[in-house]
C-alpha cells in the first residue's frame, strides 16, 4: 500500500505541476480582468489543460493519503517545484539554465535521502478529539502570529516568507484533514463523509492557504517565499503525522543523513526558486 501511496504522491505533483504551469501560460497572454478574464480563460485549451491537471493533482492526493502516511506523502509533494520548472520552461519557449538542473538534482537526491532514513510507516487516518486539539492548535497559532509579523513595515523578503511559512502550516493542517475525509469516505461511505467535521475543515482550511500563498506571491520576491512553503510543508506534515494518526520514523544515527538531505533540499529548492523567478521576468 505504501508503494501506491509514493506513486499516487508523485503523480500528484506532478500534475499539479503541470496545472500551475498550463495556467500561468494561459494567463500571461490574457488582456482581460476579473470574470471577464475567467471568460476568457475558459475558451482556452491551455486554461482547460491547467484546470484538469489540478483537478488530477487533488484526486491524486486523495488516493495517496488513503494508502499511505502523511510523514511520506506530503514530503513528496516537493517535487512538484521541479516539474512545475521542467515543464514551464519550454511552455514559455525558455530554457533550463545549467545551474537550474543541479538544483533539480539535488531536490530529487535530498528527498530520497530523507525518506529513506525516515522510513516513515503506518497508515492510520482517525486521531482522538485529544490529538486533533494537540495538532491543531499550535498550527493554527503559529499561522495567526506569521499573519501579524508579516504586516507592513518589515522587508518585503520577510513578509513574503513568513506568509510563505504560513502558507505552508495550512497547506499541512489541509492535507491532514483531507486525509481523514477521504479515509472516512473509504470506510464508511458518502453520509459519513458529509457529516465529517473534518470535510469542512479541510475545505477551510484549504482556502485558507490559498489566500496566504497569493498574498505571499504578491508581497515579495518568490525567492523568499517558495522556501518556506515547500520545507515548512513537509516539516509540519510529518510533525502532524506522528502526533495525530500515530506514524513512526526512524531517528538516531539516521537523523546524521536525514539531515544532510535536507539541507540539499533547501539548496535546491533556493535555487529552483531563483531559476522561477529569472523565468516569470524573462516572459513579463
Not at 505533483?13 to 503541470?18: E, L, Y
Not at 487533488?58 to 499511505?68: E, K, R, T, Y
Not at 499573519?147 to 518585503?156: D, F, T, W, Y
Request: aromatic share 6%; charged share 10%.
Amino acid at each position: 500500500m505504501i508503494e501506491f501511496a509514493a506513486v499516487f504522491a508523485v503523480a500528484g505533483a506532478a500534475s499539479n505541476a503541470m496545472g500551475t504551469a498550463f495556467q500561468r501560460k494561459a494567463a500571461s497572454t490574457a488582456d482581460r480582468r476579473g470574470l471577464r478574464l475567467l471568460g476568457e480563460l475558459v475558451r482556452r485549451p491551455a486554461w482547460v489543460i491547467g484546470m484538469a491537471g489540478v483537478i488530477g493533482a487533488a484526486l491524486f492526493q486523495s488516493l495517496a493519503l488513503v494508502n499511505g502516511p502523511l510523514a511520506l506523502v506530503q514530503p513528496l509533494f516537493i517535487l512538484e517545484l521541479p516539474f512545475a520548472l521542467m515543464i514551464a520552461a519550454p511552455l514559455m519557449h525558455r530554457r533550463l539554465p545549467a545551474w537550474g538542473w543541479w538544483g533539480v538534482s539535488a531536490v530529487v537526491a535530498g528527498l530520497a535521502l530523507v525518506l529513506a532514513s525516515a522510513a516513515p510507516h503506518g497508515a492510520t487516518d482517525q486521531a482522538s478529539p485529544a490529538r486533533w486539539i494537540v495538532g491543531l492548535g499550535p498550527c493554527l497559532g503559529a499561522v495567526a502570529v506569521a499573519v501579524l509579523l508579516s504586516g507592513q513595515g518589515r522587508p518585503a523578503a520577510v513578509r513574503a516568507a513568513l506568509l510563505g511559512a504560513a502558507a505552508a502550516i495550512a497547506n499541512a493542517v489541509t492535507a491532514a484533514l483531507l486525509k481523514t475525509a477521504t479515509g472516512t469516505f473509504a470506510d464508511h461511505g458518502l453520509t459519513a463523509f458529509l457529516t465529517s467535521w473534518q470535510t469542512y475543515g479541510f475545505a477551510l482550511a484549504g482556502v485558507m492557504a490559498v489566500l496566504l500563498l497569493e498574498n505571499a506571491l504578491q508581497v515579495g520576491p518568490l525567492a523568499a517565499s517558495q522556501p518556506a512553503l515547500t520545507i515548512g510543508d513537509a516539516t509540519v506534515s510529518l510533525a502532524l503525522g506522528v502526533v495525530l494518526f500515530d506514524e513512526e520514523i526512524r531517528t538516531g544515527w539516521w537523523l546524521a543523513p536525514a539531515a544532510l538531505g535536507a539541507l540539499l533540499i533547501v539548496t535546491g529548492v533556493v535555487v529552483l526558486s531563483r531559476a522561477v523567478q529569472a523565468i516569470v521576468i524573462l516572459e513579463q
